[in-house]
């Protein structure tokens, strides 16, 4: 049977046991759709097309490693991956710093906040507010309880600290802990945030 008739879980399947012209088959039956995907964000021929090359170098390493599990979502894989390195290239333009390694003073929230906002901002604030609100559950229960209620819903202070039936101290404390955690989260994974 040859390659082309194959569904994309075979030829990867076959790709990660050895036979590389499989790959040469997926890349070929998505070329058109995942470059013009990563054209349109950018802009750009060139760089579309060096991230493109990324994309598929990032996919040939996962394979490779063997740390691919998507099974039966080639494509939708693979278009994520070129999302997240459309992210990384809009981030590197705007030379966004790492939040981890910023001042003290630095608002994770405010990098979720933004107006005037082109696609390439839409696409980035999207994906912090999604990397921020993952990392949140991480922290502590009230920690996170606090941080939820004075980012997500608005409340003031006072109000959380009926809520949770504690003194306004508490929750100004929860609440620092909950930021110095984040900030410690943020700098442990290297997710980078825009000021």
Partial sequence: MEARSHNDQELVS???NGNESSLEVLIRRH???LYSYILYQVKDSEVASDL?????MKVIRTLKLG???EEGKFLPWVMRISHNLVID???REQKMPIAG???EDFDIFSTIRNSDENIEDKMIREQIS???RRLIDFLPDEQREVLLMRHYKNMSFKDIADSTNVS???ALGRMRYAILNLRKLIAEKEIILTI
């Fill in 14 to 16: 076959q790709y990660i």
């Fill in 31 to 33: 070329k058109s759709r």
């Fill in 52 to 56: 493109f090359q990324d994309t598929f």
């Fill in 67 to 69: 740390q691919y599990n």
């Fill in 89 to 91: 290239h809009f981030r």
């Fill in 101 to 103: 390694r910023s001042t």
């Fill in 130 to 132: 999604s990397d921020v």
């Fill in 168 to 170: 306004i101290n508490t």
